[in-house]
Protein backbone atom coordinates (compact mmCIF):
# COMPACT_ATOMS: atom_id res chain seq x y z
CA UNK A 1 0.00 0.00 0.00
CA UNK A 2 1.67 3.48 -1.28
CA UNK A 3 0.07 6.79 0.86
CA UNK A 4 0.20 9.80 -1.02
CA UNK A 5 0.39 12.80 1.26
CA UNK A 6 -1.50 15.87 -0.18
CA UNK A 7 -3.15 13.15 -2.96
CA UNK A 8 -6.08 15.62 -3.12
CA UNK A 9 -3.94 18.17 -4.43
CA UNK A 10 -2.83 19.61 -7.91
CA UNK A 11 0.32 17.24 -8.01
CA UNK A 12 -0.86 14.60 -5.44
CA UNK A 13 -3.77 14.17 -7.64
CA UNK A 14 -2.00 13.16 -11.15
CA UNK A 15 0.28 10.70 -8.95
CA UNK A 16 -2.56 8.81 -7.15
CA UNK A 17 -4.06 8.88 -10.66
CA UNK A 18 -0.43 7.33 -11.99
CA UNK A 19 -0.69 4.83 -9.25
CA UNK A 20 -3.95 3.57 -9.59
CA UNK A 21 -4.08 3.00 -12.99
CA UNK A 22 -1.04 1.08 -12.74
CA UNK A 23 -2.91 -0.86 -10.15
CA UNK A 24 -1.07 -0.45 -7.02
CA UNK A 25 -3.35 0.23 -3.78
CA UNK A 26 -3.68 3.92 -2.70
CA UNK A 27 -4.37 5.64 0.20
CA UNK A 28 -4.81 9.59 0.36
CA UNK A 29 -4.07 11.31 3.66
CA UNK A 30 -5.80 14.88 3.95
CA UNK A 31 -6.18 16.96 6.94
CA UNK A 32 -9.57 17.75 5.87
CA UNK A 33 -11.97 14.40 5.02
CA UNK A 34 -14.78 16.03 5.28
CA UNK A 35 -14.07 18.49 1.97
CA UNK A 36 -11.54 16.44 0.05
CA UNK A 37 -13.20 12.68 0.52
CA UNK A 38 -15.82 13.05 -3.11
CA UNK A 39 -12.63 14.01 -4.63
CA UNK A 40 -10.26 10.91 -3.09
CA UNK A 41 -12.59 8.64 -3.48
CA UNK A 42 -13.13 9.49 -7.12
CA UNK A 43 -9.71 8.45 -7.65
CA UNK A 44 -9.98 5.17 -6.76
CA UNK A 45 -8.28 5.44 -3.31
CA UNK A 46 -9.04 5.23 0.18
CA UNK A 47 -9.04 8.16 2.87
CA UNK A 48 -7.04 8.44 5.59
CA UNK A 49 -6.82 11.44 7.90
CA UNK A 50 -3.40 13.22 9.02
CA UNK A 51 -2.61 16.25 9.81
CA UNK A 52 1.39 17.68 9.11
CA UNK A 53 1.17 20.37 12.08
CA UNK A 54 -0.66 17.30 14.53
CA UNK A 55 2.39 14.75 14.92
CA UNK A 56 0.33 12.87 16.72
CA UNK A 57 -1.86 12.09 14.04
CA UNK A 58 0.65 11.09 11.51
CA UNK A 59 1.53 7.66 12.92
CA UNK A 60 -2.19 5.84 12.14
CA UNK A 61 -1.96 7.96 8.62
CA UNK A 62 0.93 5.71 7.76
CA UNK A 63 1.08 2.75 9.20
CA UNK A 64 0.85 -0.23 6.41
CA UNK A 65 2.15 1.48 4.26
CA UNK A 66 5.20 0.43 2.18
CA UNK A 67 5.90 3.74 0.81
CA UNK A 68 4.80 7.33 1.40
CA UNK A 69 4.59 9.96 -1.04
CA UNK A 70 4.52 13.49 0.39
CA UNK A 71 2.68 16.21 -2.21
CA UNK A 72 0.86 18.67 0.29
CA UNK A 73 1.56 22.37 0.88
CA UNK A 74 -0.63 24.88 3.18
CA UNK A 75 -3.86 25.83 2.35
CA UNK A 76 -3.17 29.70 1.53
CA UNK A 77 -0.25 28.85 -0.56
CA UNK A 78 1.59 30.87 -1.29
CA UNK A 79 0.20 33.38 1.00
CA UNK A 80 1.30 32.61 4.42
CA UNK A 81 -0.85 33.19 7.28
CA UNK A 82 1.97 32.55 10.61
CA UNK A 83 -1.03 32.88 13.06
CA UNK A 84 -3.08 29.78 11.74
CA UNK A 85 0.86 27.95 11.30
CA UNK A 86 0.71 28.25 7.35
CA UNK A 87 4.11 28.59 6.95
CA UNK A 88 6.46 27.52 4.37
CA UNK A 89 8.65 26.47 7.79
CA UNK A 90 6.19 24.60 9.25
CA UNK A 91 4.64 22.93 6.29
CA UNK A 92 8.21 22.12 4.23
CA UNK A 93 10.32 22.08 6.65
CA UNK A 94 9.00 20.94 10.24
CA UNK A 95 5.95 19.14 8.51
CA UNK A 96 8.48 17.22 6.49
CA UNK A 97 10.17 16.15 9.60
CA UNK A 98 6.84 15.53 11.10
CA UNK A 99 5.69 12.95 8.26
CA UNK A 100 9.52 11.31 7.79
CA UNK A 101 9.68 10.33 11.27
CA UNK A 102 6.56 9.37 11.53
CA UNK A 103 6.39 6.62 8.04
CA UNK A 104 10.30 5.66 9.56
CA UNK A 105 8.94 5.07 13.51
CA UNK A 106 5.94 2.80 11.31
CA UNK A 107 8.34 0.44 9.12
CA UNK A 108 7.62 2.64 6.06
CA UNK A 109 10.66 1.34 3.80
CA UNK A 110 10.76 4.27 1.22
CA UNK A 111 9.56 7.99 1.07
CA UNK A 112 9.56 10.34 -2.01
CA UNK A 113 9.07 14.03 -1.03
CA UNK A 114 7.96 16.64 -4.02
CA UNK A 115 10.44 19.98 -3.14
CA UNK A 116 10.79 22.31 -5.40
CA UNK A 117 13.65 23.38 -7.50
CA UNK A 118 15.49 25.91 -5.88
CA UNK A 119 16.00 24.33 -2.62
CA UNK A 120 18.87 25.16 -0.71
CA UNK A 121 20.72 25.73 3.07
CA UNK A 122 21.53 29.69 2.07
CA UNK A 123 18.92 30.58 -0.17
CA UNK A 124 17.44 34.41 0.04
CA UNK A 125 13.72 33.25 0.33
CA UNK A 126 12.63 31.33 2.85
CA UNK A 127 10.73 28.63 0.75
CA UNK A 128 13.67 27.54 -0.49
CA UNK A 129 15.72 27.31 2.67
CA UNK A 130 12.37 25.53 4.30
CA UNK A 131 12.12 22.89 1.45
CA UNK A 132 16.06 22.13 1.96
CA UNK A 133 14.67 21.82 5.41
CA UNK A 134 12.58 19.27 4.14
CA UNK A 135 14.79 17.58 2.37
CA UNK A 136 17.69 17.19 5.42
CA UNK A 137 14.82 15.50 7.64
CA UNK A 138 13.72 12.89 4.90
CA UNK A 139 18.00 12.54 4.15
CA UNK A 140 18.70 11.67 7.86
CA UNK A 141 15.10 9.17 8.01
CA UNK A 142 17.12 6.20 7.48
CA UNK A 143 14.77 5.54 4.61
CA UNK A 144 15.41 4.91 1.42
CA UNK A 145 14.27 8.17 -0.43
CA UNK A 146 13.63 9.93 -3.53
CA UNK A 147 13.52 13.88 -3.33
CA UNK A 148 12.57 15.47 -6.47
CA UNK A 149 12.61 19.31 -7.22
CA UNK A 150 10.30 20.27 -9.93
CA UNK A 151 10.66 23.39 -11.47
CA UNK A 152 7.15 25.23 -12.64
CA UNK A 153 4.57 22.60 -12.70
CA UNK A 154 1.52 23.39 -15.38
CA UNK A 155 -1.70 21.14 -15.69
CA UNK A 156 -5.37 21.15 -16.22
CA UNK A 157 -5.70 22.01 -12.22
CA UNK A 158 -2.61 24.58 -11.78
CA UNK A 159 -3.06 27.80 -10.36
CA UNK A 160 -0.10 29.88 -12.02
CA UNK A 161 -0.42 29.32 -16.17
CA UNK A 162 -4.16 28.80 -15.45
CA UNK A 163 -4.53 32.62 -14.23
CA UNK A 164 -2.62 33.38 -17.09
CA UNK A 165 -5.41 31.23 -19.43
CA UNK A 166 -8.38 33.38 -17.30
CA UNK A 167 -7.21 36.57 -18.32
CA UNK A 168 -6.43 35.31 -22.03
CA UNK A 169 -10.40 34.20 -21.98
CA UNK A 170 -11.57 37.51 -20.46
CA UNK A 171 -9.67 40.36 -21.13
CA UNK A 172 -8.48 42.13 -24.70
CA UNK A 173 -4.90 41.62 -23.11
CA UNK A 174 -2.98 39.35 -20.78
CA UNK A 175 -1.62 41.28 -17.83
CA UNK A 176 2.39 40.05 -16.59
CA UNK A 177 3.89 40.88 -13.39
CA UNK A 178 7.39 42.12 -14.25
CA UNK A 179 9.22 42.28 -17.88
CA UNK A 180 8.26 38.78 -18.78
CA UNK A 181 11.89 37.96 -19.14
CA UNK A 182 11.88 35.46 -15.39
CA UNK A 183 13.55 32.62 -17.10
CA UNK A 184 11.31 28.82 -16.57
CA UNK A 185 11.02 25.11 -17.29
CA UNK A 186 7.49 24.22 -17.51
CA UNK A 187 7.01 20.54 -16.45
CA UNK A 188 3.81 18.59 -17.34
CA UNK A 189 1.75 17.43 -14.04
CA UNK A 190 1.48 14.15 -15.83
CA UNK A 191 5.36 13.61 -15.88
CA UNK A 192 5.87 14.50 -12.27
CA UNK A 193 3.43 12.57 -11.36
CA UNK A 194 5.14 9.75 -13.57
CA UNK A 195 8.25 10.72 -11.50
CA UNK A 196 7.08 10.79 -8.07
CA UNK A 197 4.72 7.29 -8.62
CA UNK A 198 8.25 5.56 -10.04
CA UNK A 199 9.98 6.66 -7.36
CA UNK A 200 7.70 4.69 -4.86
CA UNK A 201 8.80 1.73 -6.41
CA UNK A 202 11.97 0.01 -5.10
CA UNK A 203 14.58 1.27 -7.10
CA UNK A 204 17.69 4.49 -7.32
CA UNK A 205 17.77 6.82 -4.24
CA UNK A 206 18.83 10.38 -4.09
CA UNK A 207 17.95 13.70 -4.88
CA UNK A 208 16.78 15.02 -8.16
CA UNK A 209 16.38 18.08 -9.92
CA UNK A 210 13.08 17.98 -12.94
CA UNK A 211 12.23 20.74 -15.58
CA UNK A 212 10.50 20.37 -18.61
CA UNK A 213 12.41 19.82 -22.09
CA UNK A 214 11.78 23.75 -23.32
CA UNK A 215 13.94 26.56 -21.33
CA UNK A 216 11.69 29.34 -21.82
CA UNK A 217 10.95 33.06 -20.18
CA UNK A 218 7.47 33.56 -19.09
CA UNK A 219 6.76 35.69 -22.36
CA UNK A 220 7.59 33.00 -24.64
CA UNK A 221 5.57 30.50 -22.49
CA UNK A 222 2.09 32.62 -22.91
CA UNK A 223 2.83 32.99 -26.79
CA UNK A 224 3.19 28.81 -27.00
CA UNK A 225 -0.86 29.27 -24.75
CA UNK A 226 -2.18 31.45 -26.82
CA UNK A 227 -1.46 29.82 -29.89
CA UNK A 228 -2.62 26.42 -28.46
CA UNK A 229 -5.70 28.37 -27.34
CA UNK A 230 -5.89 29.94 -31.38
CA UNK A 231 -5.51 33.61 -30.36
CA UNK A 232 -2.59 35.88 -29.50
CA UNK A 233 -3.48 38.82 -27.92
CA UNK A 234 -0.88 41.43 -26.59
CA UNK A 235 0.94 40.99 -22.96
CA UNK A 236 1.02 44.11 -21.29
CA UNK A 237 3.49 44.51 -18.48
CA UNK A 238 3.17 45.84 -14.91
CA UNK A 239 5.77 46.43 -12.45
CA UNK A 240 5.93 44.29 -9.22
CA UNK A 241 5.40 47.31 -7.14
CA UNK A 242 1.64 47.72 -8.56
CA UNK A 243 0.50 43.87 -7.43
CA UNK A 244 2.92 44.38 -4.39
CA UNK A 245 0.65 47.17 -3.33
CA UNK A 246 -2.54 45.05 -3.83
CA UNK A 247 -0.83 42.36 -1.80
CA UNK A 248 -0.08 44.37 1.08
CA UNK A 249 -3.80 45.36 1.59
CA UNK A 250 -5.13 42.26 0.21
CA UNK A 251 -2.92 39.72 2.38
CA UNK A 252 -5.18 41.22 5.49
CA UNK A 253 -8.59 38.96 3.74
CA UNK A 254 -9.41 35.77 5.58
CA UNK A 255 -8.43 34.10 2.66
CA UNK A 256 -6.31 35.92 1.28
CA UNK A 257 -5.57 36.13 -2.60
CA UNK A 258 -2.23 37.87 -2.59
CA UNK A 259 0.72 39.47 -0.74
CA UNK A 260 4.07 41.28 -1.40
CA UNK A 261 5.42 37.99 -0.58
CA UNK A 262 3.86 35.73 -2.97
CA UNK A 263 4.58 38.31 -6.07
CA UNK A 264 8.18 37.40 -5.33
CA UNK A 265 7.25 33.99 -5.18
CA UNK A 266 5.53 34.13 -8.48
CA UNK A 267 8.24 36.34 -10.36
CA UNK A 268 11.22 33.94 -9.59
CA UNK A 269 13.36 32.15 -12.27
CA UNK A 270 12.98 28.67 -11.97
CA UNK A 271 15.33 26.05 -13.72
CA UNK A 272 16.16 22.46 -13.73
CA UNK A 273 19.09 20.31 -14.04
CA UNK A 274 16.63 17.16 -15.51
CA UNK A 275 19.81 15.01 -16.95
CA UNK A 276 20.75 12.80 -13.71
CA UNK A 277 16.97 12.46 -13.26
CA UNK A 278 16.70 10.62 -16.95
CA UNK A 279 19.81 9.03 -16.61
CA UNK A 280 17.74 7.57 -13.05
CA UNK A 281 14.65 6.71 -14.42
CA UNK A 282 12.90 6.31 -17.41
CA UNK A 283 10.60 8.73 -18.60
CA UNK A 284 9.78 10.89 -21.46
CA UNK A 285 9.17 14.71 -20.80
CA UNK A 286 6.26 16.62 -22.30
CA UNK A 287 7.31 19.23 -25.00
CA UNK A 288 4.69 22.29 -23.52
CA UNK A 289 3.12 22.93 -26.75
CA UNK A 290 1.93 19.06 -26.52
CA UNK A 291 1.13 19.35 -22.80
CA UNK A 292 -1.00 22.20 -23.23
CA UNK A 293 -2.64 20.70 -26.40
CA UNK A 294 -4.09 18.00 -24.46
CA UNK A 295 -6.40 19.90 -21.95
CA UNK A 296 -6.53 23.81 -23.47
CA UNK A 297 -9.68 24.50 -25.90
CA UNK A 298 -9.64 26.95 -28.70
N1 LIG B 1 2.67 23.63 -8.31
C1 LIG B 1 3.95 23.80 -8.67
O1 LIG B 1 4.28 24.43 -9.70
C2 LIG B 1 5.03 23.19 -7.82
C3 LIG B 1 6.36 23.25 -8.27
C4 LIG B 1 7.37 22.66 -7.48
C5 LIG B 1 7.04 22.06 -6.28
N2 LIG B 1 5.73 22.03 -5.86
C6 LIG B 1 5.42 21.40 -4.57
O2 LIG B 1 4.46 20.37 -4.75
C7 LIG B 1 3.70 20.23 -3.55
C8 LIG B 1 2.22 20.14 -3.90
O3 LIG B 1 1.84 21.33 -4.56
P1 LIG B 1 0.38 21.49 -5.20
O4 LIG B 1 0.43 22.67 -6.10
O5 LIG B 1 -0.08 20.17 -5.72
O6 LIG B 1 -0.49 21.85 -3.89
P2 LIG B 1 -2.07 21.94 -3.70
O7 LIG B 1 -2.83 21.63 -4.96
O8 LIG B 1 -2.36 23.24 -3.02
O9 LIG B 1 -2.40 20.75 -2.69
C9 LIG B 1 -2.08 20.90 -1.34
C10 LIG B 1 -2.37 19.60 -0.61
O10 LIG B 1 -1.94 19.77 0.75
C11 LIG B 1 -2.89 19.11 1.59
N3 LIG B 1 -2.87 19.72 2.92
C12 LIG B 1 -3.24 20.98 3.25
N4 LIG B 1 -3.08 21.17 4.59
C13 LIG B 1 -2.60 20.00 5.08
C14 LIG B 1 -2.21 19.57 6.37
N5 LIG B 1 -2.32 20.38 7.45
N6 LIG B 1 -1.75 18.30 6.53
C15 LIG B 1 -1.68 17.45 5.47
N7 LIG B 1 -2.02 17.82 4.21
C16 LIG B 1 -2.46 19.07 4.02
C17 LIG B 1 -4.21 19.31 0.88
O11 LIG B 1 -5.06 18.24 1.22
P3 LIG B 1 -6.40 18.39 2.12
O12 LIG B 1 -6.98 19.74 1.82
O13 LIG B 1 -7.23 17.25 1.60
O14 LIG B 1 -5.95 18.25 3.52
C18 LIG B 1 -3.82 19.21 -0.59
O15 LIG B 1 -3.95 17.89 -1.05
C19 LIG B 1 4.06 21.43 -2.66
O16 LIG B 1 4.95 21.00 -1.66
C20 LIG B 1 4.76 22.38 -3.61
O17 LIG B 1 5.75 23.15 -2.96
C21 LIG B 1 4.73 22.57 -6.60
Known amino acids: MIVVAGGSGFIGAAVVRRLVRDGAEVAVMTAHPDRSRPRIESLGARVVQGDVLDAGSLDRAVAGAQAVIQALTFPTFPVQRPRKRFTFEEFDHLGTERLSLAAARNGVTRFVFCSGAGAAPDAP ?53 GDGHQRLQPVFVDDVATALAGAAAPGPTGTFEMGGPDVMDMDQILAVMMDVRGKRKPLVHFPPALPKLAGFFLQLLPKPPLSPEAVDFATGDALADTGPLLAAFPLRLTPLREGLATYLRR
Open 125 to 177: KVWFRAKWGGEEAVRASGMEHVVLRPSWVYGPEDRALNTFVAFHRLLPFVPVI
